[in-house]
């Protein structure tokens, strides 16, 4: 290809227009919980402590409401801030800070205009006078490229609260977005408005929680109305496993969590995180210890239910966001080639040591009786020592083995399966290659697997019933024994 030099003044102008490229940009995939996430990193990198968020989203189809998003970091002089509200700022290649959480010179607008259509911004750095900007999107769709000086009516009481206009030393920053047509809350119903107002909370809180814990962990504190918002650590309670550099700038732990046997229900609801064991295993990376993405295997592999313990923590610095393919909300990224190899092997390590905490059932499966009458329903197998010899026995209380009686004509058949079953144990083959016997029985279920587990559990949850059971209760028995225990988060839908 011929690549001929051309003047600088060559070509033909065709800029686009300002109100078309800003009103794409509201839709380019924000959310409430990311877009308020990306305001949080400024103030983060501008040294806050404390970040106060207030919302009010509007309960009717007019646009109104308020985002207001306040810090008290650094804060900006005058002409930084006329800077920092220009759309792109100095392009992604200017260098920055390694703890500098922003790339882009784009994500206080962008953020911004995706839950409303006016932005507000005051800030105040030492020694400098406050100063307040502000895009309007109706303004720029006549005037172009035009911010306006000063709050607009509805910000304006909105900052009056804030230290930055009540100290007149106090640095900081507030970022106030009103005319919410973005952010509504509204149904037909005002009580369902009011539920899904504090749905929408939650979920912020929950997503602002899990991606700066670590800086919660350090100090910081958000706040969102009256509630300091608690950080969630994928990793709490987690058995690290390996450690290793790739590339030389790349850190990657390995951890693998206990298994639930071992904590209590609460700690495991905890652990299973916002989205859930299958949202959380995986890979979780953190840029400039920032979390971007929450869990995933990075397309390398398929989520798993005995994969579901891995957790393998990425540390990126922010050098690497080109490499990493870091997306402007923050909220994905895409491993360069070379490193696919080493994170497919890591990945799989991680799995394998999962797969073996699960295995850990085995122990709890077959707890010591010494009668063949167990006090444990849960277990399926149980061990009858003797002298000088241990029996496997089928516990004949499992909710399982109740069902299977009670669906024969003859229980007296299924109990000679049972006997028959036992003695036959193919132990001599299991002890031979145990490794690959123990991966063999840890393979997943397939599709057809599992949706026959789920009709099998339906009928012990009608057998335990027809026991006296209340349904609640049924369900939780079923659900807490093997093998259902271990997908009780697939089977749980079918039940009923
Ligand atoms: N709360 C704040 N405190 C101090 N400075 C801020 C604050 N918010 C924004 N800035 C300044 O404004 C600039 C532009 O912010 P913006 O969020 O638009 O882009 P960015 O943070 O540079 O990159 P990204 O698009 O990745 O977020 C920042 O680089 C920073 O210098
Ligand atoms: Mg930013």
């Known amino acids: 290809m011929v690549v001929t030099q051309c003047n600088i003044s060559e070509g033909t102008e065709n800029a686009p227009h300002p109100f078309a490229l800003v009103e794409a940009m ?76 922003g790339r882009f010179g784009l994500g206080m607008k962008t953020a911004s205009i995706a839950l409303g259509r006016r932005l507000t911004v005051a800030s105040r750095a030492a020694g400098e006078p406050l100063r307040i900007l502000r895009w309007d999107l109706d303004h720029i769709a006549q005037a172009g490229w035009k911010m306006l000086d000063g709050p607009d009516a509805e910000a304006e009481p909105l900052m009056a609260r804030s230290a930055l206009f009540t100290e007149p030393t106090a640095t900081g920053t507030i970022v106030i977005v009103t005319y919410l047509d973005r952010l509504a809350v509204r149904s037909s119903l005002p009580s369902h408005s009011e539920r899904n107002e504090a749905a929408l909370t939650a979920k912020i809180a929950e997503h602002l929680g899990m991606v700066f814990h670590r800086f919660i962990a350090e100090g910081l504190k958000i706040r969102l109305g009256a509630s300091e918002i608690s950080g969630w650590d994928p990793f709490k309670n987690a058995v690290l496993k ?60 398929s989520p798993a239910e005995n994969c579901r313990l891995a957790r393998i923590r990425i540390d990126l610095p922010n050098m690497l966001d080109d490499g990493w393919k870091l997306n402007v909300m923050k909220s994905s990224v895409v491993p360069p080639s070379w490193q696919l190899a080493d994170l497919q092997r890591i990945g799989e390590a991680t799995r394998r040591e999962s797969m073996a905490m699960f295995n850990f059932r085995g122990e709890r499966q077959a707890p010591t009786t010494g009668s063949d009458d167990s006090s444990v329903p849960n277990a399926f197998w149980m061990q009858v020592p003797s002298p000088d010899a241990v029996r496997f026995r089928i516990n004949r209380a499992h909710a399982v083995v109740q069902t299977l009686k009670q669906s024969v004509r003859d229980p007296a058949v299924a109990e000679d399966f049972l006997r028959a079953f036992e003695r036959m144990l193919p132990l001599q083959a299991i002890l031979q290659d145990p490794k690959r016997t123990v991966n063999g029985a840890v393979d997943e279920p397939t599709p057809d697997e599992l949706r026959g587990m789920a009709e099998f559990a339906k009928k012990a949850v009608k057998t335990l019933r027809a026991q006296g059971y209340a349904t609640d209760a049924a369900c939780r028995i079923v659900l807490c024994s093997e093998p259902f225990a271990l997908y009780a988060e697939k089977i749980r839908p079918h039940l009923i």
Not at 55 to 68: E, L, Y
């Open 26 to 101: 509201r839709s380019i995939g924000y959310t409430p919980p990311t877009a308020l996430a990306d305001l949080i990193d400024n103030g983060i990198t501008a040294g806050a402590k404390n970040i106060k968020i207030r919302m009010s989203p509007p309960r009717t189809s007019t646009p109104s409401g308020f985002v207001v998003v306040e810090d008290d970091g650094n804060g900006m002089s005058p002409e930084r801030l006329a800077e920092a509200m220009r759309w792109g700022g100095d392009g992604p290649d200017r260098p920055r800070r390694v703890d500098d959480l």
């Open 242 to 301: 390996d450690t290793e550099k790739l590339g030389g700038a790349v850190e990657v732990a390995s951890y693998v969590l206990p298994h639930h046997s071992t904590v209590t229900t609460e700690e495991d609801s905890r652990m299973a995180g916002p989205s859930g064991w299958g949202a959380h295993q995986g890979f979780l990376v953190y840029r400039a210890r920032r979390l971007i993405v929450p869990g995933g295997w990075l397309r390398l592999f």
